[in-house]
């Protein structure tokens, strides 16, 4: 089995996510909404050690390739206002 590293394409590269078998059926609505929420529990773990948040960027990327560009905006708004439903 290939390790993450050898999954992940080099910079600049990658113009789709790569296949998740967590979300194999055509509407992805989860699988966008899954990235989103993990692009910001990394940052906040990794803030919170004091570490670099580069590793994040695979699930910003992720998220940023299948969500509607509203979806985010009303996302990080509700963030902002601290009425955003998931658990960050």
């Known amino acids: 089995m290939l390790g993450v590293q050898a999954q992940k394409p080099p910079p600049g590269q990658w113009t789709t996510p790569p296949f998740d078998p967590r979300f194999p059926n055509q509407n992805q609505t989860r699988n966008c909404y899954q990235n989103f929420l993990d692009y910001h529990r990394c940052v906040k773990t ?5 570490k670099s948040t580069q590793p994040c960027e695979y699930y910003f990327r992720v ?18 206002q601290g009425t955003f439903p998931g658990k960050i």
């Not at 990794?46 to 004091?50: A, L």
Request: with cysteine; hydrophobic share 35%.
């Open 63 to 80: 998220f940023h390739s299948l969500c509607p560009i509203s979806w985010v905006q009303r996302w990080n708004e509700q963030i902002k």
């Open 46 to 50: 990794m803030n919170r050690r004091g």
